[in-house]
């Protein structure tokens, strides 16, 4: 019996945490103990490191393994790698590695009989499953190589029966579909555990020079776009023997005019406008080489598009199906971003509930609070054209932003992007916004340099006869608005601000007390608010949660000029757009009111169309607000379309289309080169030998009878995983803090 430890991190790295902790803690006592007798001070620190040691001794995960050995016969096991890789013709005199690795066998064939006079041998072939074989043929027919799953099935058999190795010949390139896509090296780990060695014979090649081969690899292009705004499209090209040759990369983009939801579209290159680079040329110089290319281009509508890139295909190339990869993308006719500037504060975290909207992105940039509140947090690159439909302003000064921020902000308010500015002790004229350029465009009145005008006390906000007109006040129908406005918790506080002397500048809410909350007014293009309060969050505390966010939803809506986009009630989406041949695809569905906010209570019916036409229905299952659907009948190359129809309560709610598409992949094919690395790394616990040193081996393994004779089993009882040793930290930390408690630190 001995001692054994299996920390959760390096040894480095755990003593680093154990010092980290022990410091804390002592630095801690120093400080909030410091008035405390030594008697009191001493057991407390003693009881909190005692802790901290319990919690190191459970990082080391310590155990006491004991060795048992016997006597009995074993097995060995010998994988043969039949998958479609094996086909290639990169062996002596030109000849497959399956016949290779059969010749091997015959080769060694006296020697696997000597053996079998000691052990159990036995031959099995994999590829995408593991398969017991008396006689290996030479079909290369597997249509995956799920190395790491093959492993773990050998795993499992070890449970019952006493496996004394294992020997693996394949080109060791790890090519599997899930479920079968297991880590090789994960899988070869835990048979290093059960004491399971692994020896493996590399065949093949991992150079291929002298096949000519171009694929696109690694398509990347973000899924959601927008209409009229330059695209990025990177892509990687892996060429083999195509050194020196000029290499034409190009974008296609489907064309849909005239074409209905379920029918694909003629694929083009776009033009080059706008400084967009729809096709380059590329000239690899190397016989294997991994090109980046950079390709982009300008949508011109919006929708659901089909996106290529393809390389056009060389005399002499044979396989040309992995020259071309393709992907969905969606192009929006506009994007509704928010760009919300605040100290972490109540209101910020229940204003961010606006990004659960389907069509609103509400991103958050907290600023420091402080004298200049965070000067130079905030860059540029928030205010450059487009970036942003709406900007709405917290508790931050002006000088957060600096001169050209607010210059720049201005000038995208002017050319219509959306601005809030609510209150706060450093909002407003109290911000030093008076004379600034965003200054200029508020609704209300700033003194230059005056303090912050606060009016105190409870507040119930109403809506102004013009109020009750506006798109932003309106939280339910015209006969119960008045209600329901009436019905909120009322806000803590507010700015004391006047509106400006404009005929365009509209007050929609007040206090009962006649205290101006909400004004509103129109700059050029844009449409520019300031609401002088900042407890909003009042109305979620007071399970007004609904009202809260049809306030503000409306409020962004209105400030980005989209109130009357309502968008579709029934939305599906296959999140990613590509997918492997037999790969299951999770597709997400939901419905939502005229507000936008989620319908629990939706049921949908499913139609998934395959690039053959053929219709299938998966079953939908509820998960929250949304509904999931799964759906694994991929095994065909191509476009799939589905259709959501929707419905409650047996009303209509409308239908919804998405598209997915199954690459036209050969797993084996794309990429046939050998990866010897992987095989060093499965042989970790064993040996990666030569191809001639296969009988060499089993003759000198034969001879040594290590493959036969004693079985060790190995047993560990852990120290640290079990109801004494967590009974132990609990004790310990209690009367911690019963002793903390006792003299006022807790």
Avoid at 190 to 203: D, N
Avoid at 700 to 713: D, K, L, P, Q, S
């Amino acid at each position: 019996m001995r001692l054994v430890f299996d920390p959760i991190w390096p040894w480095p790295l755990v003593g680093v945490a154990v010092a980290a902790l022990v410091a804390l803690a002592v630095a801690f006592y120093r400080w909030r103990a410091r008035a405390l007798a030594p008697r009191v001070r001493r057991p407390l620190i003693g009881l909190r490191l005692a802790a901290i040691a319990l919690l190191a001794l459970g990082m080391t995960r310590p155990a006491l393994q004991q060795s048992r050995t016997e006597d009995s016969t074993g097995v060995l096991y010998v994988l043969l790698d039949n998958s479609r890789s094996m086909g290639v013709l990169d062996g002596p005199g030109s000849i497959s590695r399956r016949d290779w690795l059969l010749k091997l066998l015959a080769e060694a064939e006296p020697k696997w009989k000597k053996l079998g006079d000691a052990l159990d041998v036995r031959f099995f072939d994999f590829a995408a499953e593991l398969q017991a074989v008396e006689r290996p043929d030479g079909a290369t027919d597997g249509p995956q190589t799920a190395l790491g799953a093959a492993l773990d099935d050998v795993r499992r058999e070890a449970q019952r029966e006493r496996i004394v190795g294992i020997v693996l010949l394949s080109d060791g390139a790890q090519r599997a579909l899930p479920p079968r896509d297991i880590d090789p090296r994960d899988a070869a780990r835990r048979l290093a555990e059960l004491q399971v060695p692994i020896y493996t014979v590399g065949i093949g090649s991992e150079h291929l020079a002298d096949v000519l081969d171009v694929a696109i690899e690694e398509l990347q292009v973000d899924p959601l776009v927008y209409e009229k705004k330059q695209v990025p499209v990177s892509v990687r090209v892996r060429a083999l023997g195509a050194q020196g040759r000029k290499l034409s990369v190009r974008l296609l983009v489907e064309n849909r005019a005239g074409k209905r939801p379920g029918e694909s579209g003629p694929m083009a290159v776009p033009p080059a406008t706008q400084g967009a680079r729809p096709a380059v040329e590329i000239e690899p110089a190397r016989s294997a080489a991994a090109v980046p290319v950079e390709l982009s281009y300008v949508p011109q509508g919006s929708g659901e598009f089909k996106l290529a890139v393809e390389v056009v295909p060389l005399d002499g190339e044979l396989k040309t199906e992995n020259n071309r990869r393709e992907t969905i993308v969606s192009v929006q006719s506009g994007g509704l971003r928010v760009a919300y500037f605040d100290t972490l504060r109540p209101e910020q975290k229940f204003l961010r509930m606006l990004n659960s909207t389907e069509n609103i992105q509400l991103d958050f940039f907290p600023v420091r609070a402080g004298a200049l509140g965070g000067t130079g947090r905030i860059g540029p690159e928030l205010f450059q054209p487009e970036a942003y439909d709406v900007y709405v302003i917290g508790d931050v000064p002006a000088a957060a932003f600096g001169t050209q921020n607010l210059e720049q902000l201005a000038k995208r308010v002017e050319e219509g992007a959306g601005l809030l500015m609510i209150g706060g002790y450093r909002s407003f004229g109290a911000g030093g916004f008076a004379g600034t350029p965003l200054g200029k465009l508020l609704p209300v009145q700033l003194a230059s340099g005056a303090g912050a005008a606060q009016v105190d006390g409870q507040l119930q906000m109403v809506p102004t006869p013009a109020g009750l007109r506006h798109y932003v006040m309106r939280l339910g129908p015209d006969s119960e608005n008045e209600a329901l406005w009436a019905a909120l918790a009322p806000l803590e506080g507010a700015n004391r601000l006047e509106m400006k002397p404009d005929r365009l500048v509209e007050i929609l809410a007040r206090s009962t007390t006649g205290v101006p909350l909400l004004f509103a007014h129109q700059v050029g293009e844009a449409r520019v608010m300031a609401f002088t309060a900042d407890t909003t969050y009042q109305w979620v505390l007071n399970g007004q949660e609904p009202q809260h966010q049809r306030f503000w939803r409306q409020t962004v809506l209105y400030l980005a000029g989209m109130e009357d986009d309502a968008g579709n009630a029934v939305w599906v989406r296959a999140d990613p757009r590509n997918y492997a041949p037999g790969q299951k695809v999770l597709l997400r569905m939901g419905a939502r009111d005229e507000e936008g906010r989620p319908l629990a209570d939706a049921d949908f019916d499913v139609y998934v169309a395959d690039p053959q036409g053929t219709e299938h229905r998966p079953a939908p299952r509820r998960s929250g607000d949304e509904a999931l659907a799964d759906f694994d009948r991929t095994s065909l190359p191509g476009d799939y379309w589905v259709r959501v129809v929707g419905k409650r309560e047996d009303r209509p709610l409308g239908s919804a289309w998405t598209r997915f598409i199954v690459d036209a992949r050969d797993l084996e094919l794309d990429d046939p080169a050998a990866d010897f690395a992987l095989l060093d790394a499965i042989a970790s616990s064993g040996k990666r030998m030569q191809p001639d040193e296969l009988a060499e081996f089993l003759d000198g393994r034969g001879a040594e009878g290590t493959f036969a004779g004693e079985a060790t089993e190995i047993h560990r009882t852990n120290l640290w995983d079990n109801w004494p040793f967590l009974l132990l930290f609990v004790a310990v930390m209690t009367a911690e803090w019963a002793l903390r408690k006792r003299h006022g630190l807790a």
